[in-house]
């Protein structure tokens, strides 16, 4: 199903952080709210929570995934929100993203395991036309170097920039294991990338499905972010976007989500073009106005 959720100011300035600051410090991907690491949201997790505030029972394993609201702190409001969340419908953990994600707030709480996210594998489309609002690209590159920076030791990751032309990293079609010097390349890799012209999402797409299917992670994802916009070469628009979709379709037989983040102004992008490619895709979708 596809998700939209527009992110609070606190979430989208962490994320817009200067790409060329030190990296802050890593945290395993986890999924926020899941107290318990069983891989999925319900009252044992704050059950679990409430334990370990009040009645000195283990510490959760993975302190980042039960600050629900992503406010540094781990305290009794979480533990509500949870509760809130299941049974009363209110909103979800505050995440871009449902399930396995890197945080992109700085905080002490840190996540040195989530075992239901790990191995992951993240492989990354990213849109760098030069037609992007000139807050868009920053943000990209700061998202995904906060994602890079959370990776472990076993996890597999790729990265893959279309304008017109194509950039990745690695240069290879098998994914980087994650290490201290491939993170460290691939961070140089994204913060030297400059926006072009075209958006040749397809070829995108492509390269960023063949590094999913090489991978061996059982938490295998696409995130692609981009405004939707899809003008490559002399193609007719419409046409090709659903030239893409029928791609993914015939080439995704491992039917790995592809998540779909839109960035920009809404009405600025073509959304639904985006939400499309996250619901027939297994994935989800959610919008971001980077200020």
Known sequence: MAFRRRSAPALLF????????????????????????SGDLSITDAVVLLGYLFLGEAKPGCL????????????????????????????PPLALLRGCWSDPSVDELGCADFPPCSPVGVFYSLDRSWAFSPTAWPWIQSAVIQGISGLKDGDEFAIVTFDAAIFRFPRSDTPAQASAETKAAAIDFIRSVVPGRGSCAKAGLIFALTY??????????????????????????????EEILSEMQTRNTNQVPIHAITVGAPGEGDEAWMKRLAEENNGQYAQVSPR
């Open 14 to 37: 962490a994320f817009a952080l200067s790409v060329f600051a030190a990296p802050p410090a890593s945290a395993a991907w986890f999924a926020r709210g899941d107290v318990d690491s």
């Open 64 to 91: 980042d995934a039960a600050d629900l609201d992503d406010d540094g702190a781990v305290e009794i409001t979480d533990a509500v929100l949870v509760l809130d969340h299941l049974f009363l419908g209110g909103p």
């Open 212 to 241: 999913a299917n090489q991978s061996t992670a059982p938490n295998r994802m696409i995130i692609h972010i981009s405004d939707g916009l899809n003008f490559c070469i002399a193609d007719d628009i419409k046409i090709y976007n």
